[in-house]
């Protein structure tokens, strides 16, 4: 990580959403361990929820928080696999104003040194929603622990270098 520590670190809210068929809030280990490591970062948990994997329902949650000016950035756990169930991917087509590609890939490059070529079964992305960006990892806490330490905790710091995902915010809305 290249931190600029003359450069001054600027909190973001962040809303976080788990995305689950078979969780409740007591088992809800990945969006715990996410919002503790978001805390320690630094940024403020803006909000909290949790859906059932429905695209309706993820687009609809997501679209509030999309409109709420004082929430940053989504992160999503949950949802991102392959079977029939598994929608986030879809409900993001239904709010994205564009998609952040090098997010998946890169999700994958760091997930194949700790879960090798199953990594290939996640269709972990990102996109940016009409200002807001939306982070969607895996459920399990592996993949919240490579999403995050391996690149949100560097690209949600506005001291990191040369770039990072906190210093375009201002210009997400731009035409």
């Not at 068929?21 to 949790?50: C, F, Q």
């Not at 999309?66 to 992160?75: H, Y």
Request: with cysteine; glycine share 10%.
């Amino acid at each position: 990580m290249a931190i600029d520590l003359s450069r001054e670190f600027k909190p973001i809210n962040i809303a976080l959403l788990t995305v689950s068929d078979t969780r409740g809030p007591d088992e809800d280990t990945s969006g715990d361990l996410l919002a503790e490591r978001v805390k320690a970062a630094g940024h403020k948990l803006a909000a909290r929820g949790m859906e059932k994997d429905d695209a309706d329902r993820i687009a609809s949650r997501l679209s509030n928080w999309i409109d709420d000016r004082s929430v940053d950035a989504v992160i999503i756990t949950g949802g991102t696999g392959l079977t029939g169930r598994d929608v986030t991917p879809e409900a993001l087509e239904r709010v994205k104003t564009r998609d952040i590609p090098g997010f998946g890939e890169l999700f994958r490059w760091l997930s194949f040194k700790t879960i090798g070529t199953s990594t290939i079964q996640s269709r972990a992305c990102a996109v940016v929603a009409r200002g807001t960006y939306i982070f969607a990892l895996p459920g399990s806490n592996g993949a919240v622990k490579d999403g995050w330490d391996g690149i949100l905790v560097e690209q949600l710091d506005s001291r990191n270098r040369p770039c990072n995902f906190v210093e375009l915010m201002p210009r997400l809305l731009e035409k």
